[in-house]
Nanobody
Framework: QVELVESGGGQVQPGGSLRLSCAAP????????MGWCRQAPGKERELVAD???????NYADSVKGRFTISRENAKKTVYLQMDNLKPEDTAKYYC??????????WGQGTQVTVSS
């Protein structure tokens, strides 16, 4: 069982910012891709952004230019800086980690609500 510790969700007004973080166990040495997915009520889970061990990033079109993903390999932590948030960004955000063996792990999720 791998526990991913997420933090940083909350409620913000449109145009505001939030920063999510997700830490994997420090003993986990086979991390490859780290990223974030989100799921809004009644919708399928979708990839928001991910980042490879080499630093290559990938973003959903809907968040390009507004969200920035980064990672600290020594801390086994991935971050998602979310700026200029919109009501349609409201969802539960899940940290996702893919190992070098292709195994995926997800966090419990953190709620992000964008509302005036």
């Amino acid at each position: 069982q791998v526990e991913l510790v997420e933090s940083g969700g909350g409620q913000v007004q449109p145009g505001g910012s939030l920063r999510l973080s997700c830490a994997a166990p420090v003993t986990m040495f086979n991390i490859n891709v780290m990223g974030w997915c989100r799921q809004a009520p009644g919708k399928e889970r979708e990839l928001v952004a991910d980042i490879s061990s080499g630093g290559s990033t990938n973003y959903a079109d809907s968040v390009k230019g507004r969200f920035t993903i980064s990672r600290e390999n020594a801390k086994k932590t991935v971050y998602l800086q979310m700026d200029n948030l919109k009501p349609e960004d409201t969802a539960k955000y899940y940290c996702e980690i893919k190992t070098t063996l292709g195994v995926r792990y997800w966090g419990q999720g953190t709620q992000v609500t964008v509302s005036s």
